[in-house]
């Protein structure tokens, strides 16, 4: 199978007849209910920030979970949330998931997910699965190749966010990203800064994928400022799922570079690797003369000598803000201009970047 449903219905494991009602949690406050009803209804007009945190951390204490079926019952509404992950195979996919299931525990909804397999028929599938079941709202990490069907579930009133990954026009629907362009730029002028001479950049394909493509143009637009190079000439997109492909094109980036000191930077966690078991098989060390870095902090990146620099993305944000800002559009009827949300991204600079320790380390 491609994906599953699974519904996220781990706080129902306490028993029914043991539930914290909406007064224990006033009590506990000593604040009114209708105090802590506007806070589950995220409306926190003329409420303090005091407020928020107090009440936020006497519902994590009692362990309050609200009842989905006396707000569906008020508000028309299922509290359940429809989730599409491109690939839940991915580190990154599956930490962003986890943040959507917090957030929405925390505020008592539900979700059901489906892992689409990076298949764009499978994605439009599952949406309208999701749909069938009554679901509130959408989050959805795309595959990028059903843009057109997204803008018309929402002229049909669908509340959507997207996570990660965006419209290849940009500002139609809300999103949730990191901020590809500005972090790729930024570590393109550190390489420079450590005195790289060339730069390659691989990835998969990035045709419809917005952070790929969007990581593409900051490293062109860096390539050009910092190298006076065009970085068309030194991208290289691979198949993951032909090592020899990998293979060639190292071969390729390293016989251009010609001796000078050179880097990869490799568009995603997957990538990396694969561009690292790469090197290995065609015995190219991490050397002053070849660097490496990319995107995604996955815990082994520190681990392989001399550790590894990347753009580490905040994953779990990402997931969280989704789910905050997609339940903000489902109690809130009105108009709305679509949000884009950028999170940043942090350089971790380690040894594979720093010619000048790996000198002096000797390291091969």
């Known amino acids: ?31 009114s209910k209708t105090t802590v009803s ?15 945190e107090l009440l936020e951390a006497v519902i994590d204490e009692l362990g309050y979970r609200p009842s989905n079926l006396a707000r569906s019952l008020k508000a028309k509404n299922s509290g359940v949330i429809g989730c599409i992950i491109a690939d839940i195979g991915s580190p990154f996919s599956s930490i962003v998931l986890k943040g959507i299931s917090d957030y929405c525990n925390q505020l008592g909804y539900n979700v059901l997910f489906a892992n689409i397999g990076n298949d764009p028929e499978y994605e439009k599938e599952s949406i309208q699965s999701l749909l ?12 990028g190749k059903n843009d057109d069907y997204l803008l018309s579930l929402k002229d049909e009133g ?3 966010v997207l996570a990660d990954r965006g419209l290849s026009i940009p500002n139609m629907l809300d999103t ?8 790729t730029y930024d570590l393109v002028k550190y390489l420079s800064e450590q005195g790289y001479k060339r730069v390659g950049f691989f990835t998969q394909d990035m045709s419809v994928i917005s952070s790929r493509y969007k990581r593409h143009e900051g490293f062109n637009d860096a390539m050009k400022t910092y190298f006076n190079q065009d970085g068309n000439l030194t991208t290289y997109v691979i198949d993951l799922e032909d090592p020899q492909n990998t293979d060639d094109s190292l071969r390729e980036f ?35 003369q070849m660097g490496i870095c990319g995107f995604d902090d996955w815990g082994w990146a520190s681990l392989i000598p001399p550790g590894i620099t990347t753009l580490t993305q905040e994953s779990y944000e990402c997931g969280v803000q989704s789910a905050k800002l997609l339940i903000e559009r489902i ?13 940043p991204a942090k350089l971790v600079k380690r040894g594979s970047t720093n010619p000048m320790f790996l000198r002096e380390a000797d390291y091969k």
């Open 132 to 143: 069938d079941n009554k679901v509130d709202g959408l989050i959805i990490n795309t595959t």
């Open 158 to 160: 669908i509340k959507i």
């Open 331 to 343: 109690k809130d009827s009105g108009e709305f201009e679509p949000d884009y949300i950028e999170l």
């Open 254 to 288: 390293v016989s251009a570079s010609n001796g000078e000191p050179a880097a990869i930077f490799t568009v995603n966690g997957v990538t990396l690797l694969s561009v690292l078991h790469g090197m290995k098989r065609l015995n190219i060390d991490i050397s002053p």
């Open 38 to 52: 506007r806070y589950l209804n995220g409306k926190y007009e003329y409420m303090s920030e005091e407020t928020k």
């Open 176 to 183: 949730v990203a990191t901020n590809n362009y500005d972090a």
């Open 1 to 31: 199978m491609k994906g599953r449903w699974v519904e996220d219905m781990s706080h129902k494991a306490k028993g029914e007849k043991n539930r914290v009602t909406i007064n224990e949690v006033a009590k506990k406050a000593n604040v």
